[in-house]
């Protein structure tokens, strides 16, 4: 069976996609998945876990142990931005007076994506928008736009989920820094042109679908993630784990 990819805070499974695409599976948690497990088996071979929990839950552990014990190519962690994001910081002070505590407690699901990543043996991230993140965490390994890697989608591209919202191939630009370890590498960026997110994306309200929508993963970089990993763990040279000290950071 091949290795997991696991994806921690993450309802849309859009990183993980393009590795299920070729047979690997994949293992999701976040509390919104509702249940407290389901599985898909999908055509190319590979199943999908989806864990409905937090990460620092009984159930997120067992699943986690034995996603390990198969082998895991990546995990990509997406701790939520609602309360640490520098476009919030103007209700800092009023979410302070009602939780004292409300940047740590986000701040340690964080530490948990990094934790696990470190755990696994594999290549790992956890990303945010601008955030207090990088006061606690220091200064961001990476930073890139969505639209840095829109050229790893087809010319012809619609957006699978949110046609009408999102441009095509990921036009936008929205700074996004990733804290990583493991050996994670930032693939090759292929740009495309970029607009601006807010004229780019017609989207308002504060809901918790536009949340969601807001923070879906750009597709272009998870492709451009799974290109730049999948090719080197087909190196036979390299075991499960390993091929990623073969790997070096342009």
Known sequence: ???????????????????????????????????????????EGGKVWRVG????SREAAY?????????????AGFPPCTDV???????????RAKDPHFQAKAALVAEQCRMIGMLSGAPWFFENPGSVFSSI??????????????????EDDVHPLYPDIFPARDGYTKKTFLW??????????R????????????????????????STTPRGFARAVFEHYNE??????????????ALQCG
């Open 191 to 214: 740009p495309v042109p970029g607009a601006p997110f807010q004229t780019a994306i017609r989207l308002g309200g504060k809901s918790e679908r536009t949340k969601q929508i807001r």
């Open 85 to 95: 994001a520098i476009s919030g910081a103007r209700w800092f002070e009023e979410k």
């Open 1 to 43: 069976m091949k290795p997991f990819i696991v994806c921690l805070c993450d309802e849309s499974g859009v990183m993980a996609e393009p590795w299920l695409q070729h047979g690997y599976n994949a293992l999701l948690i976040d509390p919104k998945h509702g249940k407290i497990f389901s599985q898909e088996i999908r055509p």
């Open 137 to 154: 965490f220091g200064p961001a390994s990476y930073i890139f736009n969505p639209c840095d890697f829109g050229g790893y989608l087809p």
């Open 180 to 189: 990583t370890g493991g050996g994670f590498c930032l693939p090759e960026r």
């Open 232 to 245: 080197a763990s087909n190196d036979e040279q390299y075991g499960n784990g390993e091929f990623t000290r």
């Open 63 to 75: 699943y986690l142990r034995i996603a390990i014990s198969y082998g895991v190519q990546l995990v």
């Open 53 to 56: 929990a937090v990460l620092a």
